[in-house]
């Protein structure tokens, strides 16, 4: 199963937008381009985000997804994670949904890759911050909101118990 046009162009115009977005700030800090990012895809501004010694946490709805995006720090050995779910187990036909990701992971993910956590499958993208380009960041958080997106709703229609 290939990449859906509307899949790939939706990424190219978000990308194109996003990086646009970036060349407008003034610091490659990544705190700064995941909030403009994040702007830039909360069409309904119901971003949230939660500061702590331990890093940042922000959710915000896109499509019919909630997208989280995890900064553990700011030094070269932190993290940027990036996920949302898109079907809660258990499932009906787990074998069939376990052989469709595996095959989505080969073909149409990107940098992102469909995994399970607490009992739900998601689309995550996981890198550190060692040389991480802001639009690096920016692909990041468009892949997985735009993944996990498109995918919900057919797999929960597919393999929803």
């Not at 469709?100 to 993208?125: H, Q």
Request: glycine share 4%; charged share 20%.
């Amino acid at each position: 199963m290939a990449t859906t046009p509307s899949t790939t162009d939706a990424m190219m115009s978000g990308d194109q937008l996003v990086s646009d977005l970036i060349e407008a700030t003034t610091e490659a800090n990544p705190i700064e381009v995941i909030e403009t990012v994040i702007a830039s895809l909360d069409s309904d501004q119901t971003a949230m985000v939660n500061r702590a010694d331990s890093g940042y946490l922000w959710k915000f709805k896109y499509g019919t997804v909630e997208v989280f995006v995890q900064l553990t720090g700011l030094t070269e050995a932190d993290t940027l994670t990036v996920w949302a779910s898109v079907l809660k187990l258990p499932v009906k036909d787990e074998a069939g949904l376990l052989r469709k990701l595996l095959e989505m992971n080969w073909t149409s993910t990107l940098e992102a890759r469909f995994a399970t956590l607490n009992n739900e499958v998601i689309v995550v993208s996981m890198r550190s911050l060692s040389d991480i380009s802001p639009s690096e960041i920016s692909r990041s958080i468009t892949i997985v909101a735009t993944i996990a997106d498109d995918h919900d709703e057919p797999l929960q229609a597919q393999f929803g118990s």
